[in-house]
């Protein structure tokens, strides 16, 4: 049974840092100067959040429950194939307010 709670919310937001910083350091790598630069600048934006995620890693590591959160989502790292069933739903309400804005261009 999946471990719950806490040390695998933890984990799961950890996990996600680490494989959204290697997405961004790939970016920053671009031929086009543009996602170069954009990269750039989201990885800025990005530090509080992996700083706060290594925080927690940093005093969750000896928990048995959060070792075993990590075992379990670490197979999830590399999938990038697919979008989990509720991205639509999730992407519809992210972006309505964009959509409402009258000439928006996003």
């Excluded at 005093?59 to 379990?72: I, N, T």
Aim: aromatic share 6%; charged share 30%; no cysteine.
């Amino acid at each position: 049974m999946p471990s719950t709670g806490g040390p695998r919310s933890t984990g799961a937001r950890g996990s996600y840092e680490t494989a959204d910083e290697a997405r961004i350091a790939a970016l920053k790598q671009s031929d086009d100067p543009e996602i170069a630069g954009l990269a750039a600048k989201i990885d800025r934006e990005e530090a509080y959040h992996r700083m706060h995620a290594q925080m927690w890693f940093e005093r969750l590591q000896d928990e048995p429950r959060f070792q075993v959160a990590l075992e379990e989502l670490r197979p999830l790292l590399d999938v990038r194939d697919d979008h989990m069933p509720e991205l639509p739903e999730l992407w519809e309400e992210m972006t309505m307010v964009r959509r409402s804005v009258a000439g928006a261009t996003w």
